[in-house]
Structures are given as C-alpha cells and as structure tokens.
C-alpha cells in the first residue's frame, strides 16, 4: 500500500476545490483497511474515507490526516431465486458500471440511478437516490469496518436509519464504519408504474409505453444529461442542496408568498419543497456568485467555474441561502458532506 504525501484534495473531487491532504492512500482489500487504521491509531492521524470524490468537499486549510481512497473491487451473485438476484458488490465499484450490468442481467430495482458518479460504497452514506429509486429500497446489509472495535461487522438495512438523504454513516455514526462491500436484493420483474414524474413525462413525450430496466435507464441518462453538468468538464457535486421539508403548517404561509410553490406531500404530516424551485425563484437561477455558477439548466446545482477556493464557495452558497430564507423563510442545507 502507497503512502502519499501532500496531496491536493481538489484532485480527489468533482468541485475541485480545496488545500492539500497530508496522507493519502488507495486501498484495494477489506484487509488494507484494518491496517491503515492500525497505523493510523498509533500516529494519532484523523482519517477521512472517500470514494469517487462526488458528494465531498474540500476546506481551504486542507486535511492535516490521512485520506483513505475505497478501490476496492467485486460483484458476486450470493443468491438467486425465481423473482430475485442478491449481488455482493465492492465498495470501491463505480456505482453506473454496477447498474449498467444489473440491467444487462434483467434485473431491477436501481435502474433509476443509472448515472450518478461515484462509488457503490458511498451511496448508502447519503441514501443515494434519483427519479423515484433510493438506494435504501434494495439494500440487504453491508460489510463494515468498525474503526471503534477494530473488527468488520455485517449491518442490516434497519441499522442503517436511512430517511432522505441521511443514514447513520453521516449523522450518529460519522466516521466510526468503512464501508467494504454492500450487498443489493434486485427483482427480476420488470419497472412498473407508477413512475416518478418527470420520468412518466419523458415516456409520454417519447411515446414510450413497454417498459423494461433499460428502457428506464436510457430514459433516466437522457434526463440527466440535460438537466445535470458533466463533472469532467464542469466541476460540480450533483444537487448541492438538499430539498427542503417543511411542516403542514407552514404551507398555507408559503402559498401566500407565491401561490405556485411546489409542495409535494410526504404522507407523515411533512411537504417536500424542491430547493431547486426555490433558487430559481428568488432569481439565482444562471448567475454567477464568487466564481459559482448556479447551473441555468438546474439551479440546485452550483458549478465551479472560476472559484479559487472553499472560501469562494462558501461565499456562494451563503448568499444563496440568505437569499432564500429572505423570501421563503426556509433554512436550505448542503448535501455534499466537508472534508
Ligand atoms: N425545479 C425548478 N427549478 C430548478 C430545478 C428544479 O423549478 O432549477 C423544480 C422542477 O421543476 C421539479 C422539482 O424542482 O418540479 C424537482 O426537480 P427534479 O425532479 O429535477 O429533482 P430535484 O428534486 O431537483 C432530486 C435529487 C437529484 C435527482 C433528482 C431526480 C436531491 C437533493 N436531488 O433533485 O439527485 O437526480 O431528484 O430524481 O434530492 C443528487 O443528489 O446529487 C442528485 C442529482
């Protein structure tokens, strides 16, 4: 395993911004990580796990620790019966390969998620989810490396907590597992409705009536190649906020402010508002703040188009949020987790 040392963290993510981390190291096997956090306890060297760098970013000051990149590899059928197929996959895996073979093998349950950058291993942390799938729907259990104990445990689905966007890997656990592979439970029955609303809207404008998985992935690729930026070329963090929840009570307040504010019912009492919405309509949508731009195909991304630094970004993100609690009275928050 190599040790390297001053590594710029902008080159580790997809916002490419960011100081320099004091350690970096890839691991290949689970085995690696128990030694990385052995040496690591005996350095006193905080350790950050990153994946394919998508929902991560930087500060300016950098990472005085070590940096753990997950590499590690796998995609094994466990079981298989008459209406599923368990898949143990690697957390180091880029999660669209992994999607791409499961719809090639007939099976569904995560074709909605075709696309997202970054690794298998890094869609429970934020309960990784896109047009009407999460990844908490298909998740059986997931191997980890309990930095506490200093062993791996299995966990099930239920120790996770998952709700939107959230499990224990970012909240009461944060930094405590590694995730080394996770282990789906896909159908073998094809998509069905109903379907998530923009996606029923791409198949009745492209009069599309038989769905199968790659019907839906195709789907699903087309409306993310409009809507959201290539990283590659522009460097962003996919939504850079989650949606907001509110409570019933305060719909009625909301409705006055603008009476065509989206207001999608969770059935728990709460309303989901989308931040998106809520940008473009305090007039951000397509500006550029501190070298932020605010994607115009998609104000709930920012893209980093000239920002020299986190700082930069902060700024950015600070105007966009006062902005909205200006108008709407909503607090919006950041979904890319810091380094
Ligand atoms: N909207 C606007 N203006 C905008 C953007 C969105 O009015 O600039 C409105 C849309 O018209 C739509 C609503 O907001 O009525 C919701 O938009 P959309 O369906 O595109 O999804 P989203 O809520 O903006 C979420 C996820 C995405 C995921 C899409 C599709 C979050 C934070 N984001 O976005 O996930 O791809 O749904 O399912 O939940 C990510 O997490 O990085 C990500 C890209």
Redesign the pocket.
Known sequence: MDIHTNIPIKNLTTMKIGGNARFMTEIHTPEEIETVYKNAKKQSLPIFVIGGGS?VIAKDEGYSGIIVRIRIPGFEVIADDLNSTTIRIGAGENWDSVVKRTVDMGLSGIESMSG?PGTAGAGPVQN?????QEIADTLQSLSVFDSQTGIFILLTNDDCKFSY?NSIFRDSAKGRYVIASIVLKLSKNQPQPPF???LQKYFDEHNIKLFTQKVVRDAVLDL?NI??PDPTNLPN???F???AIVEAWQTADLKKIDPNI?LYDMGDGKFKV????L??NVGL?GQLLHGIRIYDK???VLVNESAASYADLAKARDEIVRQVISKFHIQIEQ?PLEI
């Open positions: 929902n997202i990784m989810g896109a047009y009407g966007r998530y609303e923009a993310r809507k959201l963090s996919g939504s906020f989650k949606n989206p989308p931040t998106g919405w940008i473009e949508k998609n104000a709930l979904e």
